[in-house]
Nanobody, 124 residues
Framework: QVQLVESGGGLVQAGGSLRLSCAASGLTFDNYAMGWFRQPPGKERGLVAG????????YYVDSVKGRFTIFRDNAKNTVYLQMNSLKPEDTAVYYC?????????????????WGKGALVTVSS
């Protein structure tokens, strides 16, 4: 059974940092592209960052470029999202998701597995 478990969420002041972790089990982790998504209150879920499964390349939405970093440790079956210079508009539930050998795309309706999410709240 595949499981993705996020951790590291919490409450932080604007300008602060958090690191989210997503531990995967039940799948061949290094064959999956991984994405971090977020869903702000009352809004739809959207992609934040993605990392490919081979010769890892990364993707970021414009709003987090230069502030967030996605990276993976295949030996630990874990993907991370380092979030710096956090803003109140970053407040959301953050989800990690996996997609089998993705071609570099991370569609919300095309990911194979999802975690249950971690709440990040940024106070002003």
């Amino acid at each position: 059974q595949v499981q993705l478990v996020e951790s590291g969420g919490g409450l932080v002041q604007a300008g602060g940092s958090l690191r989210l972790s997503c531990a995967a089990s039940g799948l061949t982790f290094d064959n999956y592209a991984m994405g971090w998504f977020r869903q702000p209150p009352g809004k739809e879920r959207g992609l934040v960052a993605g990392i490919s499964w081979n010769a890892p390349t990364t993707y970021y939405v414009d709003s987090v470029k230069g502030r967030f970093t996605i990276f993976r440790d295949n030996a630990k079956n874990t993907v991370y999202l380092q979030m710096n210079s956090l803003k109140p508009e970053d407040t959301a539930v953050y989800y990690c998701a996996a997609r089998w050998r993705s071609d570099g795309s991370y569609p919300v309706d095309g990911m194979d597995y999802w975690g249950k999410g971690a709440l990040v709240t940024v106070s002003s």
